[in-house]
């Protein structure tokens, strides 16, 4: 009796666990599941994702900024295509999970990122695009098991970032500029494969203006600034 119990339980929890988490194709296809899905915090996207810009009318990066629409619950997305995350599309103002909003006459009224967005994972893409994650504040984890390179301010003003290491970047080479700039809950960098990193990557004397923060970067190979 007891070891039936025990598998019921296993079992449960096994369900449990799988339950938060929604495999589909494509971002249109979790758009249009009909389950309920206040129940998922996880969206895994296993195919390629339409589109090379930001247009919410023909490509499909454009609606994972608002994910949280359908999704009430989402906190994680994880993308298994081997596509390059888009640079910033000037003509939308938008990146993957950040959107600027101008009036008018082209001034900026206010920026956002996707403050929904908790972690996020590429199994694939080899390049992180400009702007990708600007402000997004909630943003606590991420992982690029390919990624070969960041660019402007890909993860500018992420403060829930608390650490970049080989552990999220493993085969990263290149740093963009200010990629993880005013990222001001940092403690830890280590980058043991970059060989070139741009100006001002990060900002050195917001981190190291906080005298209980142990800023520590690691560096293997030969920094090129």
């Not at 449990?16 to 979790?30: C, I, K, N, R």
């Not at 893409?125 to 390919?146: I, P, Q």
């Amino acid at each position: 009796m007891k070891r039936i119990l025990i598998i019921l339980i296993s079992i449960f929890i096994n369900f449990a666990v799988s339950a938060e988490t929604l495999e589909v194709w494509t971002v249109t296809d979790a758009i249009n599941y009909s389950g309920d899905k206040s129940i998922y915090t996880k969206l895994v996207i296993k195919d390629e994702i339409e589109g090379t810009d930001f247009c919410p009318i023909s490509s499909e990066w454009a609606l994972l900024f608002d994910l949280d629409i359908y999704f009430e619950n989402l906190e994680e997305v994880e993308i298994w295509t081997e596509q390059d995350i888009p640079d910033y599309d000037t003509a939308n103002k938008a990146g993957l999970f950040y959107r600027a909003y101008y009036d008018d006459e082209g001034n900026l009224l206010y920026n956002s990122g996707a403050n929904w967005l908790k972690k996020f994972v590429s199994t694939r893409s080899k390049y992180v695009g400009s702007l990708a994650f600007r402000d997004c504040k909630e943003l606590l984890s991420v992982r690029f098991d390919a990624a070969e390179a960041t660019s402007l301010h890909s993860f500018g003003y992420c403060w829930g970032l608390t650490e970049i290491t080989d552990t999220c970047f493993p085969k990263l080479k290149v740093v963009g500029e200010q990629s993880f700039f005013s990222n001001k809950a940092l403690t830890k960098i280590s980058f043991p494969s970059v060989v070139e990193t741009k100006n001002n990557f990060f900002q050195k004397n917001l981190v190291n203006s906080k005298k209980s923060v142990n800023f520590v970067i690691v560096k293997t190979s030969v920094l090129k600034n």
